[in-house]
């Protein structure tokens, strides 16, 4: 089994910046991508942004320019560096790990961005 930890989020001015956290322990070795994903208050949960055990990441086309994931593989973490905030990104930001055992879900941080 994998398990997740997010952490990072809080309140932020809009214009401001923040960086997610997300540990991942456990099985680790069968991890295959990471993601974050977001849910604004009466919104369906969107991806934010993944990243592969190789590497490689992508974004929704709604999400490139101001996200950036990446990870520290030493510390089985992959980070979310949010720049430029908008109180439109105001949600509950979830880490999502795939693995052989499937899909599992972090508790959520929640990030709120004032105008």
């Known amino acids: 089994q994998v398990h997740v930890v997010e952490s990072g989020g809080g309140l932020v001015q809009a214009g401001g910046s923040l960086r997610l956290s997300c540990a991942a322990s456990?099985?680790?070795?069968?991890?295959?991508?990471m993601a974050w994903y977001r849910q604004a208050p009466g919104k369906q949960r969107e991806l934010v942004a993944t990243?592969?055990?190789?590497?490689?990441?992508n974004y929704p086309d709604s999400m490139k320019g101001r996200f950036t994931i990446s990870r520290d593989t030493a510390r089985n973490t992959v980070f979310l560096q949010m720049n430029s905030l908008k109180p439109e990104d105001t949600a509950v930001y979830y880490c999502?790990?795939?693995?052989?055992?499937?899909?599992?879900w972090g508790q959520g941080t929640q990030v709120t961005v004032s105008s």
């Open positions: 990243i592969t055990t190789g590497g490689n990441t």
């Open positions: 999502n790990v795939n693995s052989n055992y499937g899909s599992t």
């Open positions: 456990g099985s680790i070795f069968s991890i295959n991508s």
